[in-house]
């Protein structure tokens, strides 16, 4: 029982705990069981450990560029198979000949039915006539059938006419050049040549020309070479397995290299074939189950650093269950997706990482992020430290140069700095490992500026983030704090007052907490729609009664103060019914705190005061101001009201007013919540009555007309 209550009191925190361990387990299981090769090195640099020699034999593999090299020249050699079909000769012969009856019938019934009639002398001489044609057109369909009309495609279009392909007829292979076979036009060319050839040379004896003209010889040419892309492909595959992937040996106990001697291109691929070969031995056997614990210990270390951080800067997103799964989120999806492309690890936008947490919180976080993020990726990448250094440059590069997102140019900039970032550093690094510029590869730059256009997926992944965890990005904020808005014209034309008080006390805050650090944009959203409620009764506040007539006249001081403590509750109901975010709305629930109406408080007490007072009745529900954007908002809020009651204004009027408030506020423990210390309710209170003398500033009294 006591272990149920146990987990009733503490499931929250019991929650976050699995959460974390969740990741940890995710991470582990994705990775790949492979040990790591105990040493570093850079081609270019000077090999910094002990002399190295081989612990077993172990092949030089090939560098991938000489193997493309040997496979493209394999390939120069291979010719593609194509197999020759010799039913289809039968086919369209026979075709042929049925076609060729029937125009013979058709020409006899014709000419018979002419007025001059059709003799049997004629008709048999036709027929001789007409048959000699017929033998020779099927010899001309004969050889063009036996060279072979070639199907068009891909593959055969890229032939040129010299080059051989090999003509499968049964179980014989031929090389053929090919010239010598024909594509199904010139095979059209070749029928039409030889039979005007042939009428040519019989004109003299052929009675009956235009019978021969009609006939369209060439509906019986159809390909009958087809590229046979199965053989060619296990050919080619033959072929290339021939293609040897080593081309040396090193012996158990030969030096491989000495301490400080320049990692050359020899010696480098030497030292990665030593490393693919340790890396596959240390895999295998019982020693998979040392990898495991490893890689446990490895992940935990980086889990457990983000943990220690939240806890120590942010923990306000430890205290929400929903905000910590989201970060946690995040760096499991980029292991994954690294995990499956680790071959194109330089096209994945590792920049979108920062960008997204530094929308919904701040660089710091999104920074330290990234670099958990890098050094968990790092750890499975191929070349890890290039790797880490190239990703690392380039997410810091990002969040520095995405000041406002809400601003549409600056994304693009952030994503073409992230491709010349990528570039040159990589640029850098290549000339260093390779000496010359021929041992670059290219292929890498087309991958970065792939990476740089995929980072403007943060525009759509921040909006589906926004709507799933109900986050708000600068963008949304924007958007609702334009004037423009439904509620924001509601509150104009209802409660200008109103209207008017909050412009002041969003430039206020807005100010403020730009100085002790926040969320600008946050605050002035915040202070726009903190007093939506007062479009209910808008009459009852003082800002709106123009006339000189205060209903509050007709109601006792305890009804008139739930008239103005209901302002927070009607503006809380109006704020979800119009599906204002939740950060926004707490602004409205917090923006008294637990304050007093003190003045219908302390006319209450000047009237009845002998009478038991419920404070309840005069004090506002609450909560507290929980963020510092909350308890600016709260400060400004009560000094620009009160600011509107002087006479006579004057800096000292002003300073004691701020000081005053502030410092009640703070004695109410209003601010008990918040992460704020007296330097930055100095700093608030400076700048509140700056800005409140320059609103309030007198203006030159012109002369009188004369």
Wanted: proline content about 3%; hydrophobic content about 40%.
């Amino acid at each position: 029982m006591r272990f149920f209550n146990y987990l009733k009191r503490n499931y929250k925190y019991i929650f976050r705990a699995f959460l974390f361990v969740l990741t940890i387990a995710l991470i582990v299981y994705i990775i790949p069981r492979e040990g790591k090769f105990k040493y570093e090195f850079q081609k270019g640099r000077p090999w910094l450990h002990q002399d190295l020699f081989a612990p077993f034999d172990f092949p030089i593999y090939k560098s991938d560029k000489l193997l493309v090299e040997e496979r493209d020249s394999t390939l120069k050699n291979f010719n593609p198979y194509f197999k020759y079909d010799s039913t289809i000769l039968t086919f369209e012969t026979n075709k042929f000949i049925n076609y060729y009856l029937n125009k013979q019938e058709e020409f006899i019934f014709k000419a018979s039915e002419n007025k001059n009639g059709f003799s049997n002398y004629r008709k048999q001489n036709f027929l001789k006539n007409s048959e000699d044609f017929k033998e020779t057109a099927i010899q001309i369909i004969n050889e063009i059938y036996f060279k072979g009309i070639v199907e068009i495609n891909e593959v055969t279009e890229n032939l040129t006419d010299d080059e051989e392909i090999i003509l499968l007829k049964g179980k014989l292979a031929e090389n053929h050049i090919k010239s010598n076979t024909y594509t199904q036009k010139n095979a059209y060319q070749q029928v039409t040549n030889s039979v005007n050839l042939y009428l040519e040379e019989n004109k003299l004896r052929i009675k009956y020309p235009d019978f021969y003209k009609t006939i369209n010889l060439y509906e019986f040419i159809v390909p009958n070479v087809f590229y046979d892309q199965n053989t060619s492909e296990t050919v080619k595959n033959q072929l290339l397995s021939n293609v040897s992937l080593t081309k040396a040996m090193i012996q158990a106990g030969e030096k491989i290299i000495s301490q400080g001697e320049i990692v050359d291109t020899r010696l480098h691929q030497i030292l990665v074939s030593l490393k693919y070969e340790s890396e596959t031995k240390i895999g295998d056997g019982y020693s998979s189950q040392l990898i495991l614990l490893g890689q446990t210990i490895f992940v935990f270390a980086c889990i457990f650093m983000l943990f220690l951080f939240l806890l120590n800067f942010r923990i306000e997103i430890l205290k929400h269950s929903l905000k910590t799964t989201f970060i946690l989120m995040l760096v499991i999806l980029i292991v994954i997706i690294s995990r499956f492309s680790i071959n194109y690890l330089y096209v994945i936008p590792f920049a979108l990482v920062p960008i997204i947490i530094k929308t919904f919180y701040d660089s710091r976080l999104a920074l330290f992020i990234h670099i958990i993020s890098v050094l968990l990726v790092g750890f499975i990448a191929p070349n890890g430290f290039e790797f880490i250094f190239l990703s690392f440059i380039a997410g810091i590069v990002a969040i520095f140069s995405l000041t406002n997102l809400y601003r549409r140019g600056k994304l693009f900039l952030s994503s073409g700095l992230v491709i010349f970032t990528y570039s040159f550093v990589y640029f850098g690094l290549a000339i260093t490992q390779e000496g010359n510029l021929s041992g670059i590869d290219y292929n890498n730059f087309i991958y970065f500026a792939l990476n740089g256009s995929l980072v403007l997926l943060a525009y759509p992944l921040i909006y589906v983030f926004e709507k799933i965890f109900g986050f708000l990005s600068d963008l949304t904020l924007m958007e609702l704090s334009d004037t423009n808005q439904k509620l924001l014209r509601a509150l104009a034309e209802k409660a200008p007052g109103t209207f008017q008080h909050s412009m002041q006390v969003a430039n206020l805050a807005e100010e403020a907490i730009y100085k002790i650090g926040g969320n600008p944009l946050l605050v002035r959203t915040g202070a726009l729609y903190h007093d939506i409620g007062k479009t209910i009764n808008p009459i009852y506040f003082i800002e709106n009664q123009r006339t000189g007539f205060n209903p509050h006249d007709t109601h006792e001081f305890d009804e008139s103060a739930n008239i103005i403590i209901s302002h927070v509750k009607d503006g809380v109901e109006l704020a979800k019914k119009n599906n204002l975010p939740d950060p926004i709305i707490e602004f409205i629930r917090t923006h008294h705190g637990t304050t007093k109406v003190q003045y219908f408080y302390r006319s209450y007490i000047k009237k009845f005061p002998d009478q038991d007072i419920d404070v309840n009745m005069f004090t506002y529900p609450g909560p507290k101001p929980y963020s510092k954007e909350m308890a600016v908002l709260m400060m400004a809020d009560s000094v620009e009201a009160a600011s509107r009651s002087i006479s006579d204004i004057n800096e000292e009027k002003i300073s004691n007013l701020v000081d005053s408030i502030i410092n009640d506020q703070m004695n109410e423990g209003q601010f008990d919540h918040v992460d704020i210390n007296f330097k930055d309710l100095t700093e608030i209170k400076i700048i509140f009555k700056d800005k409140l003398m320059n609103a309030y500033h007198a203006r030159i009294k012109y002369p009188e007309k004369k």
